[in-house]
């Protein structure tokens, strides 16, 4: 089990810290504004926009432990990551699959919370990327 720590990927720490306060900030917003996003976005179900802030809360809290900390286990920056990118392919899905379900500002709301998470996606595997990099020209 591989330990990172920010004096060895800054830049991952500072991602895991961005992607923690955004969706912290999402998820907060989805659990007191349910109701009028649901509206807003043309969707029915204010219940789903709750219970999707209430995910999004704990897992923006796991990240800004880990960030905090300024430790994680390389495994667990990787299920963030993989976290990150269902969020993605899922919001295409969605659009793709099923786009009556929301309106076109809510569509337009998806698409631009799908490009956050992937760039801050593509960071987080860019830092994990580039410290597996050297620590192979080191051995």
């Not at 295409?92 to 809510?106: D, H, I, R, S």
Request: aromatic fraction near 8%.
């Amino acid at each position: 089990m591989k330990i990172v720590t920010a004096d060895q990927s800054s830049l991952l720490f500072k991602a895991l810290l961005a992607n923690g306060l955004f969706s912290t900030g999402s998820g907060l917003t989805m659990l007191l504004f349910s109701r009028p996003i649901a509206a807003r976005i043309g969707f029915d179900q204010p219940q789903l926009i709750l219970g999707i802030g209430v995910m999004l809360l704990l897992f923006g809290g796991s990240l800004l432990f880990h960030a905090l900390r300024k430790r994680i286990r390389r495994v667990e920056a990787l299920a963030i990551s993989a976290m990150d990118l269902g969020w993605v392919l899922g919001s295409a899905l969605l659009v793709l699959l099923a786009p009556q379900l929301l309106n076109p500002t809510g569509i337009t709301v998806l698409i631009a919370l799908a490009v956050v998470v992937f760039s801050l996606f593509e960071l987080q595997v860019w830092a994990l990327w580039r410290l597996s990099k050297m620590n192979r020209t080191r051995v």
